[in-house]
């Protein structure tokens, strides 16, 4: 069997097929060769980004003396089609956070921390399509600063929910959560 791929280096590997003794085996032939097949998305000669490397070369913790950090994102394949990418902070759950702002300048950004806590530095890549194919994150703390609350007059995700919140919790709408009145 061989495999290959635009920017990559092909290789290939034997397999031996091993006859089965037992004689009331039944089986299904499998067609042992590709087929040519439609390209749905993208084209036959594109080299998409397989990975995203982040780069923060000041660290990863904030406090009162570094309240910005410039991080990088490395694209690999270095050749590939497409380069556009982007970025946003988040907490661990994947929703954005309160705690930093981020400014993209392409293929790196300015990280500025808004309070203390921890959250991801999120790049992501579409591959030239209208979705996120491709996503990569670096951890960062900021220790400090002050504590940072949620603006109770722009939408909160439910997902940022507070546990200290007196009174009882149930399920909101659309997976939301709501609390007593």
């Known amino acids: 069997m061989e495999v290959s791929s635009t920017g990559l280096e092909s290789t290939s590997i034997q397999l031996e097929a091993i006859s089965a003794n037992d004689e009331e085996l039944k089986g299904i032939c499998a067609s042992t060769e590709n087929k040519e097949m439609e390209v749905v998305m993208g084209s036959l000669d594109e080299i998409p980004i397989r990975k995203i490397e982040i780069v923060s070369e000041d660290g990863q913790e904030f406090d009162i003396n570094k309240k910005e950090i410039i991080v990088k994102a490395k694209l690999y394949p270095e050749n590939a089609s497409y380069k556009e990418i982007n970025w946003s902070a ?3 759950s994947g929703i954005v956070s ?3 702002k981020v400014q993209s300048f392409g293929d790196y950004a300015k990280v500025t921390a808004l309070g203390d806590g921890e959250f991801r530095i999120r790049c992501t890549s579409n591959n ?7 996503i990569s994150q670096l951890e960062f703390k900021v220790n400090g ?4 609350f949620k603006n109770p007059y722009e939408f909160v995700s439910g997902g940022l ?3 200290d ?9 659309e997976k939301g959560l709501c609390s007593d009145r």
């Open 90 to 92: 988040v907490n661990e």
């Open 98 to 100: 309160n705690i930093a």
């Open 128 to 134: 030239g399509t209208d979705k996120v194919k491709l």
């Open 145 to 148: 600063l002050e504590a940072i």
């Open 161 to 163: 929910f507070d546990h």
């Open 165 to 173: 919140v007196t009174g009882n919790v149930g399920n909101g709408n």
